[in-house]
C-alpha cells in the first residue's frame, strides 16, 4: 500500500510538494491554518504564480490523490510521513530565523500522532532546530518513541519549481535510523530509480546544507558585482569577464552574473540566518564573509538609483522613469525584497514619476507598494519616460524592439541593470544603452546572453 504523506503548510514550498509528491503516485493531504487558502487550494487554484504548478495541482485535486484540510486531528490520523513546509522568515527584530510558525506546527500537529510516523522538516532553519523539534515531538506525542523526526531541505528556484522537486540535482535526507531513511528511501522511490543522487547524513548536515548552498551561490552573485566597479572604473566589460572566467571548470558560469543582485524570500534571509547563528555560536569569523556579500548586493540597488540619476543629469526630480519589471526574478509574481521595486521607490522618493510594468506581478506590487504607478505594458510604462530601465529579466522584455519605443518616450535612454538585453540591437535603434559594468559605448568585446538564475 503506498505511503499516505501530509503536507504542513500551504505556502510556495508546501503547494509544490504536496503536488509533486501526488505525481508519484502518493496519496496527499495539505494542511494550512488559512481557511480560504485551503478552500482556493481545493478548488485546483494556485494562490500563485508558478510555471507549470496550475496543471499539476488541479489535476491531482480532480483524481482525490490531492486533497486539503485545515485540520491537524485529520492529519495526524491520516499520515505515515509528516513534511514541515512552513516558513521560517528573516525576524523582525534581527537577522535570525523566525521560527515561531514551524514551532507552532509542530505543537498543533504532536498531540495527535497516535501510532508510528515519521516527521520530516523540509524548512530551511538554523542548525540544531531539529533537535528540540524532535524533543517537543517526543514530549506531546502519545505515540512517542514511535515518533521519528528526520530533515529532507528544499532546494527550489521560483519559476523552476516543478522541475526542481520532480528531478532535483540531489536528495539529501537527515536521518537517526535505518527505518527513517527506508521510509524516505520508498517516497523517492522514483527519483532513486531514476539515477537521481540520494544522499544520507546526520541531520545537523542536512539542516545546514540549504542554507550552505545559499550563502555560496549569493558569494557568486556578489563576487561578480563586485568585479562589475572595477570594470566601470577600468574600461573593462564585465559580461567579457564573466564569460572568461566562467568557463574555467573550477568556477563555472550559473549565478556568476554581474546585475542588480539578489531578492526574494530565501537568499538574502538565509545568509543572514547564517550570519546570526554564527554570532551566536561565537564563531562570528566564520560567516564574516556573509556581511560584505550581503553589503554588495544592497549597493547594486543604490548604484543603479545613481546611474538613473546620471543618466538624468544629476536629478530626478521632475523626471519620468519606466521601470520594466517588480518581481525579484523572472517566471515569478514574488516581490518579497524584490530589487526592481527597491530601485523604483526610491527613485519615487527623490521626486521622480515612476511607472512599473510586471507581466505577472501587478498585484503583489500593487499592495506592496502601493503608492507606485503600473502599468499594463512596456509601452505604456516608457510613455514620456527620460530613462527606462530593465530590472527584472523577463524574455519579454529580452524581445522588445527598440524601434517599437521610437515617439514613446522623450529620451532614448535603457539602463539595463540585468546586463540581459544587446547593446549593439538598442545602440543600432538611436540608444544610449547602460549597464553595470559595462562600457559606455560600443567596442568588440561579445555581447552577453547570458542571464541571472538568482
Known amino acids: ?26 496519496d496527499v493531504l495539505g494542511l494550512d491554518v488559512d481557511a480560504g487558502k485551503i478552500a482556493s487550494l481545493a478548488s485546483g487554484a494556485v494562490p500563485f504564480h508558478e510555471p507549470g504548478l496550475a496543471d499539476l495541482l488541479s489535476r491531482h485535486v480532480a483524481t482525490g490523490r490531492l486533497r486539503f484540510t485545515t485540520s491537524f486531528a485529520e492529519a495526524g490520523e491520516f499520515g505515515d510521513v509528516h513534511y514541515l513546509c512552513v516558513g521560517t522568515p528573516q525576524r523582525w527584530n534581527g537577522l535570525g530565523a523566525d521560527l515561531r510558525y514551524l514551532e507552532d506546527a509542530v505543537e498543533s500537529l504532536a498531540p495527535h500522532l497516535r501510532v508510528q510516523c515519521l516527521v520530516v522538516g523540509k524548512s530551511t532553519v538554523p542548525v540544531g532546530t531539529a533537535e528540540r523539534l524532535a524533543a517537543r515531538l517526543s514530549a506531546h506525542a502519545p505515540a512517542n518513541g514511535d515518533v521519528e523526526l528526520a530533515w529532507n531541505p ?33 517516497v523517492h522511490a522514483a527519483q532513486i530509480d531514476d539515477g537521481i543522487p540520494f544522499i544520507v547524513t546526520d541531520v545537523a548536515t542536512a539542516e545546514l546544507v540549504k542554507v550552505a548552498a545559499n550563502a555560496f551561490l549569493a558569494t557568486k552573485v556578489s563576487f561578480m558585482n563586485a568585479m ?30 554581474a546585475g542588480l543582485g539578489f531578492g526574494g524570500g530565501c537568499l538574502p534571509k538565509d545568509i543572514r540566518a547564517l550570519m546570526a547563528q554564527a554570532d551566536e555560536l561565537g564563531v562570528s569569523q566564520a560567516a564574516a564573509f556573509l556581511r ?49 521595486l527597491s530601485v523604483a521607490a ?12 510586471d507581466p505577472v506581478a501587478r498585484a503583489n506590487a500593487e499592495r506592496a507598494f502601493p503608492s507606485l504607478h503600473y502599468s499594463g505594458s512596456a509601452v505604456e510604462a516608457a510613455e514620456g519616460a527620460h530613462a527606462v530601465m530593465h530590472l527584472t529579466e523577463w524574455e519579454e522584455f529580452r524581445q522588445l524592439d527598440p524601434a517599437g519605443l521610437d515617439g514613446v518616450v522623450a529620451r532614448k535612454f535603457i539602463l539595463d541593470g540585468r546586463n540581459a538585453l544587446d547593446p549593439d540591437r538598442w545602440r543600432r535603434a538611436g ?20 542571464t541571472s538564475t538568482a
Open 292 to 340: 560584505e556579500v550581503d553589503g554588495i548586493n544592497m549597493s547594486r540597488r543604490t548604484r543603479m538609483v545613481a546611474l538613473a540619476r546620471e543618466t538624468c543629469g544629476g536629478t530626478v526630480l521632475g523626471r519620468r522613469i519606466a521601470v520594466l519589471g517588480a518581481a525579484f526574478k523572472p517566471d515569478s509574481d514574488d516581490v518579497r525584497d524584490s530589487p526592481a
Open 154 to 186: 528544499e532546494f527550489l528556484r521560483e519559476g523552476k519549481a516543478v522541475a526542481d522537486t520532480l528531478r532535483p540535482d540531489r536528495i539529501v535526507v537527515g536521518v537517526r535510523s535505518e527505518i527513517a531513511e527506508k521510509v524516505l528511501r520508498e
Open 1 to 26: 500500500m503506498p505511503l499516505r504523506v501530509t503536507v504542513i503548510g500551504t505556502g510556495y514550498l508546501g503547494v509544490t510538494h504536496a503536488a509533486c509528491l501526488a505525481e508519484f503516485g502518493l
Open 431 to 450: 540608444w544610449t544603452y547602460r549597464g553595470l559594468g559595462r562600457p559606455l559605448t560600443a567596442d568588440r568585446s561579445p555581447t552577453s546572453n547570458a
Open 346 to 357: 526610491q527613485l519615487q522618493l527623490q521626486g521622480a514619476t515612476v511607472s512599473v510594468y
Open 228 to 257: 562589475a566597479d572595477l570594470c566601470e572604473e577600468t574600461g573593462a566589460d564585465v559580461a567579457a569577464l564573466q564569460d572568461a572566467i566562467g568557463r574555467d571548470g573550477r568556477i563555472g558560469p550559473r549565478y556568476l552574473h
